[in-house]
């Protein structure tokens, strides 16, 4: 494998939306309250050109492996962003591409200035949670900020 990632592009937005909604699909966690059903899963490029926002690309030769980005959600404490809309197409899991999208993630948050990183999730995605603690994020009572995500009932926290 030749990975590259890379800053999105507004020719990305299919090829993303497919990976997300297949991957919930694939979990059985595409119901409401999820990004399954978020507009904005159609339109990450115009989504992440929102000040402190950023998503990335993880491809390999041109084929789409997924993404992750960060996020300024609305409501979180100061200093403090969102993980957002990470997923993988079943291809490229397994073989450390989702640890190096977290990794330039948390790096360039920080870079930025966040000072911590908010995770909403949920039990479907229990291999994803592993991931998250392996990370350093640690487990809240309840949900932070304005997400909308009422389908997510798994909430974590990291100080970068």
């Known amino acids: 494998m030749n990975i590259s990632i890379r800053n999105i592009h507004s020719s990305d937005n299919a090829s993303l939306a497919v990976i997300i909604r297949k991957a919930l699909e694939e979990f059985g966690a595409n119901h409401p ?4 059903y978020d507009a904005s899963t159609d339109a990450l490029f115009e989504l992440f050109q929102h000040p402190g926002a950023f998503y990335l690309v993880a491809e390999d030769e041109g084929i789409f492996l997924g993404g992750a980005g960060i996020f300024p959600t609305e409501g979180l404490p100061a200093g403090t962003c969102e993980l957002v809309k990470m997923y993988l197409s079943p291809t490229a899991r397994g073989k450390g591409i989702g640890k190096l999208l977290i990794d330039d993630c948390l790096a360039k948050a920080a870079a930025i200035g966040y000072t911590q990183v908010y995770l909403e999730t949920m039990p479907e995605l229990k291999k994803a ?25 798994i909430w974590m926290l990291k100080k970068l």
């Open 33 to 36: 309250g999820t990004v399954y």
């Open 129 to 153: 949670v592993t991931v998250y603690e392996k990370f350093g994020f640690e487990y809240l009572e309840g949900p932070l900020g304005n997400t909308g995500h009422f389908g997510c009932d």
